[in-house]
Nanobody, 125 residues
Framework: QVQLVESGGGLVQAGGSLRLSCAAS????????MGWFRQAPGKERDFVAA????????YYVDSVKGRFTISRDTAKNTVFLQMNSLKPEDTAVYYC??????????????????WGQGTQVTVSS
């Protein structure tokens, strides 16, 4: 079993910054791709960013390129999502997820095996 716990969400003004954290525990964590997804009210849960633990690759959805950065601290089994220049359309519940045994890149919800409970990010105008 892999357990994921998100933290760092909150309320921020447009143009501000926020850093989300996802602490992971469980077996074979280093073999997982870690991803961030987000879901706004009434919308699908969409891919945001992913990082490959074995290869150090990263991938971002176009709408966050240049603003968001995904990173990892392998010693602490933690992944981060640094969000800068936040916009109201970034408002959503953000979820971290772990994908095991699939080829990079991992961009689809069905590719992920474990999910956190989510953390709310609200960006005000």
């Amino acid at each position: 079993q892999v357990q994921l716990v998100e933290s760092g969400g909150g309320l921020v003004q447009a143009g501000g910054s926020l850093r989300l954290s996802c602490a992971a525990s469980g077996r074979t964590f280093r073999s997982y791709t870690m991803g961030w997804f987000r879901q706004a009210p009434g919308k699908e849960r969409d891919f945001v960013a992913a990082i490959s633990w074995s290869g150090g690759n990263t991938y971002y959805v176009d709408s966050v390129k240049g603003r968001f950065t995904i990173s990892r601290d392998t010693a602490k089994n933690t992944v981060f999502l640094q969000m800068n220049s936040l916009k109201p359309e970034d408002t959503a519940v953000y979820y971290c997820a772990a994908s095991y045994g699939r080829s990079w890149p991992n961009l689809k919800r069905y590719e992920y095996d474990y999910w956190g409970q989510g953390t709310q990010v609200t960006v005000s105008s």
